[in-house]
């Protein structure tokens, strides 16, 4: 079992719907990190978070510690919203240097 | 602010060549990783500099990978030779403390070994 896993692995929605994309962990961590992976682009952060919910915009994300899982909600969907989101946990061991564990995607496409 | 610079973009080589990537993190940051992300994959952990010290190469292949990070500033990773599995994105991040701190990350470079 992966440490971290998401889900749905793959998400088609059409514009304008609200979307959830979740993450669940298995390790005690520090922090949790929401990124956006466009094709062929670089990989850009959205969020990081060690408690309670942040919002930017139109993206949301939220974490509860004690169930170890963090949900990424984006409201009025959008086709530029089509990507990839990863969900990546930084480890809270012994190290301060925080290792990063990551899911393995979930593809959004959202049609117009 | 500047971010994460990487080059090159794209490389194409043969199997068994040699090639080199370079990372150039956004100023003051004190960790920086190198990824390598195979497609259809989340970003696997090949290594990880504390300023110009190695804090986890557990999963870098070292028979064929090296990565240093001189001075603690820009980084390379060298790959020697190539493998065919190793067609991926080699992506570089920072972050700017030990403990906490946004990551950036750089737009990758993509290589395909024939």
């Known amino acids: 079992k992966n440490e971290v896993e998401q889900s749905p692995q793959n998400l088609t929605a059409q514009e304008g719907e609200f979307i959830t994309i979740n993450c669940s962990y298995s390790?005690?961590?520090?922090?949790l990190h929401w990124l956006q992976q466009h094709p062929g682009g670089g990989i850009v952060s959205l969020f990081m978070l060690s408690s309670g919910k942040k919002k930017h915009g139109r993206l949301i994300a939220t974490i509860n510690i004690q169930e170890k899982h963090s949900s990424l909600h984006i409201t009025a969907s959008h086709p530029r919203d089509s990507a990839v989101y990863i969900c990546?946990?930084?480890?809270?061991?012994?190290?301060?240097?925080?290792?990063?564990?990551f899911g393995q995607g979930t593809i959004l496409t959202v049609h117009p | 602010e500047a971010g994460v610079a990487q080059s090159p973009r794209y490389k194409i080589i043969e199997k068994r060549q040699s090639v080199a990537f370079w990372c150039n993190p956004i100023?003051?940051?004190?960790?920086l990783y190198w990824y390598q992300q195979i497609l259809g994959q989340g970003p696997k952990l090949l290594i990880q500099?504390?300023?110009?010290?190695?804090?986890?190469d557990s999963q870098l292949p070292k028979d064929r990978f090296s990565a240093e990070r001189l001075k603690g500033v820009d980084s390379t990773l060298k790959i020697q030779p190539a493998k065919l599995e190793d067609s991926a994105v080699y992506l570089c991040?920072?972050?700017?403390?030990?403990?906490?701190?946004?990551?950036?990350f750089g737009e990758g470079s993509r290589l395909t070994v024939l």
């Open positions: 390790v005690g961590i520090s922090a």
């Open positions: 100023s003051g940051h004190a960790t």
């Open positions: 990546a946990v930084r480890d809270a061991g012994g190290t301060s240097y925080g290792k990063l564990t």
């Open positions: 991040a920072s972050r700017p403390r030990t403990s906490g701190g946004e990551l950036f």
């Open positions: 500099f504390q300023n110009n010290g190695v804090v986890d």
